[in-house]
């Protein structure tokens, strides 16, 4: 168990909807990061927080948002749903931004979304 | 360009050999790098990381090795297990903002 926790563990739904998936952090990490895997693909990033602010943004739809919160979970929004969406969405966590050699990931289970 | 290039894409050996996956990179600059290991359906899991003043790290069965001149790294694995089979996934991290690149990673099935 990595401390780091997803809900919900899995979403069914439509395309053209919106859903919301959340994350909250190992206690006391201030960095959040958000990925996107597809059926038997590398883990593509999406977006890192750091203490409620934007600090890195890679391969994010406009489609996609995501913010962190004065408590620092954070809430990764889907919007405009699309077969394509299908995916595996992993937050992971880490004390720092990034930087240093000994700082690490910590992923969480993941949230599996089908959109049909 | 930032990238970072594993081989071999998929990989089956019999339960209690050793293997080898290899990690090539083209990132500058470089800050460190980390091999993951990934259960399917899973988070990856860090199982070492390696600055540019490493050589070898060990974590059990498993080895990494860095060759910072020739920019490639390996993670090699003794006696292996059923519990091994994963995808192993090779991180660097770059810049002065330390933008991690990930690998595409190598599915490892390990048979009875």
């Known amino acids: 168990d990595s401390g780091v926790t997803q809900t919900p563990k899995h979403l069914i739904t439509a395309t053209g909807q919106r859903v919301t998936l959340r994350c909250s952090p190992r206690?006391?990490?201030?960095?959040v990061y958000w990925y996107q895997q597809s059926l038997d693909q590398g883990l593509q990033f999406l977006i890192q927080?750091?203490?409620?602010?934007?600090?890195a943004k890679g391969n994010i739809l406009e489609r996609f948002s995501a913010q962190q919160f004065p408590d620092l979970h954070s809430e990764l929004n889907l919007s405009s749903l699309e077969l394509g969406d299908s995916a595996l969405y992993f937050c992971?966590?880490?004390?720092?931004?990034?930087?240093?050699?000994?700082?690490?990931?910590?992923f969480g289970p993941g949230t599996r979304l089908t959109v049909l | 360009k930032n990238q970072v290039e594993q081989s071999p894409q998929s990989l089956i050996i019999l339960e209690g050999k050793n293997c080898t996956l290899q990690?090539?990179?083209?990132?500058?600059?470089?800050?460190?790098l980390r091999w993951y290991k990934q259960d399917t359906g899973r988070g990856p899991v860090s199982l070492t990381i390696?600055?540019?003043s490493e050589n070898t790290k060990s974590n059990g069965r498993y080895t990494a090795t860095l060759d910072a001149d020739t920019k490639q790294s390996s993670l090699h694995i003794t006696a292996s297990q059923l519990s091994d089979s994963a995808s192993y996934i090779c991180?660097?991290?770059?810049?002065?903002?330390?933008?991690?690149?990930w690998g595409a990673g190598t599915k490892l099935i390990i048979k009875p």
């Open positions: 992971a966590s880490s004390v720092k931004l990034g930087r240093g050699g000994d700082n690490e990931q910590f």
């Open positions: 206690s006391g990490d201030l960095s």
């Open positions: 927080y750091y203490n409620g602010e934007e600090r």
């Open positions: 990690c090539n990179y083209t990132v500058s600059p470089f800050s460190n």
């Open positions: 390696m600055t540019f």
């Open positions: 991180v660097v991290s770059a810049g002065s903002n330390y933008q991690l690149i």
